[in-house]
């Protein structure tokens, strides 16, 4: 029991009774939005409750201290080199040795430079291994599901995204290989897609339980791709850096609480030509603080964005739990997909 005595249940109970009438009231009122009356209604819940909670879940005893680090050693043991998920990119997987639980990993870049087709890769590769089978939970803000369907297909067969997407100059075996494709692409990867427009890090930690919710016994939930930060909704009466810097602050509580790797996609402020750095990240100062990780993609000056094939710098500007490096891969226009310069780890 949360409470330390009758008359503290009592007093939390004649709170919630008050805010569940004053909701009554204003959701009779035309002008007020029932949406946003029940979230605020929900939000308020839920910081009247948060001082009742018990610790229980974050104390943690000398036995099971000792027992959690078995389980976990035991696991390195058996997948021997990596304790994360493989990305499918090597100087991702070497220097971070996967993508671990309770991390909070930034990708950032300019509009229009590959944040988006990158982290669907990532996302697609990570639920399609089999070395550390886990699902996965893509949260699009901005492309709708459609898009990302046509984007795995497209990446999974040889035919262009363009063609997939139009029906123009489709030959028979074209439409064959995407039939195929599709249940390669959108059937076998344990990839479940969230992609509602109005996103905050709640909605976030709801849809996770809704997969949990739906999962066979014994398969977890290990990834969350987010794209991407400046997209989540505002936070009424903050300003854009104040709400933008309460997501990422949220986005690491939700990777530690949830036990799960979250892949946050995020814009430079800088344009291109420049070699980036922290400093040119928007919200630099809170993501330097929060962020485990900091990737980045970015050109060179120079670089012709029309060809068929799109050099691209790859860096990690930030590792906190080791090395750093600045690797070039290739974006292939025609499916989108990012290839890499060197065999996969």
Not at 183 to 212: G, I, N
Not at 319 to 341: A, C, M, Q, S
């Amino acid at each position: 029991m949360p409470f330390a005595s009758v008359e503290e249940r009592r007093e939390y109970l004649v709170r919630v009774e008050a805010e569940s009438k004053s909701f009554l009231r204003l959701i009779n009122d035309p002008d007020q939005d029932p949406v946003d009356l029940t979230r605020a209604l929900v939000e308020n819940l839920v910081d009247l409750a948060a001082p009742y909670g018990t610790g229980i879940e974050t104390l943690h005893s000398p036995e099971k201290r000792y027992q959690d680090f078995l389980a976990e050693f035991e696991a390195i043991v058996r997948n021997p080199g990596a304790i994360g998920y493989p990305s499918g990119f090597t100087s991702v997987d070497s220097a971070f040795l996967g993508l671990r639980k309770r991390m909070l990993i930034i990708l950032a870049g300019r509009t229009g430079i590959g944040k988006t087709v990158m982290m669907s890769q990532i996302a697609r590769y990570v639920a399609k291994q089999e070395r550390f089978p886990c699902h996965v939970l893509y949260v699009s803000p901005e492309q709708s599901d459609p898009e990302l369907r046509i984007r795995a297909v497209a990446a999974e067969t040889n035919v262009s995204h363009f063609k997939i997407l139009t029906g123009l100059k489709l030959e028979p075996k074209d439409i064959e290989d995407i039939k195929k494709g599709a249940y390669r692409a959108l059937c076998e990867p344990k990839l479940w897609v969230f992609d509602q427009s109005h996103c905050t890090v709640e909605t976030v930690r709801e849809a996770m339980h809704l997969v949990r919710a739906q999962l066979p016994a014994g398969e977890h939930l290990g990834l969350v791709v987010v794209d991407y930060l400046q997209r989540m909704s505002a936070i009424p009466g903050k300003a854009r850096n104040e709400y933008t810097a309460a997501h990422v602050h949220a986005m690491k509580d939700l990777a530690k609480d949830e036990e799960v790797c979250v892949l946050l996609g995020s814009q430079f402020s800088r344009l291109d030509g420049d070699r980036p750095d922290l400093d040119d990240l928007r919200m630099s100062g809170d993501i330097e603080q929060e962020a485990d990780q900091v990737l980045s993609l970015w050109h060179e000056a120079g670089t012709d964005k029309s060809a068929k094939v799109i050099p691209t710098k790859f860096e990690c500007l930030k590792n906190r739990h080791g090395r750093t490096f600045v690797d070039t891969i290739d974006l292939i226009t025609h499916k989108p997909e990012f290839k890499e310069r060197r065999q996969e780890w």
